[in-house]
């Protein structure tokens, strides 16, 4: 998820937080429900980017493996 959408979706629930107050008894499963939606579309895309970090991550090991450090610590030791 997109930084500018999920400051979009935190800012709808700060909104829904701001008006469950004032909102009819009626109403309230109805914003609940809402709040839940968009805290579960937050979840997916951070679950998402963790996911896309941890590949990369991992990438970049497979990488630091291959490179022969031997020369620099050579280097460092003189």
Same mark, same amino acid.
């Given at each position: 998820?997109?930084? *500018?959408? /999920? #400051? ?6 700060? @909104?829904?937080?701001?008006t ?11 914003? =609940? #429900?809402?709040?839940?939606?968009? /805290?579960? !579309?937050?979840?997916?895309? =951070? #679950? !998402? @980017? /963790?996911?896309?970090? *941890? @590949? ?6 497979? /990488? ?5 450090? @031997?020369?620099?610590?050579?280097? =460092?030791?003189?």
């Open positions: 998820m997109k930084v *500018e959408r /999920l #400051e979009e979706r935190l800012a709808e629930l700060e @909104g829904l937080a701001e469950l107050d004032g909102v009819p008894d009626e109403e309230v499963v109805s914003v =609940l #429900e809402r709040a839940v939606a968009l /805290l579960a !579309e937050v979840n997916a895309g =951070l #679950e !998402e @980017g /963790l996911r896309a970090s *941890e @590949g990369e991550a991992r990438e970049l090991g497979d /990488l630091l493996e291959r490179v022969d450090f @031997g020369p620099f610590d050579e280097a =460092l030791e003189r």
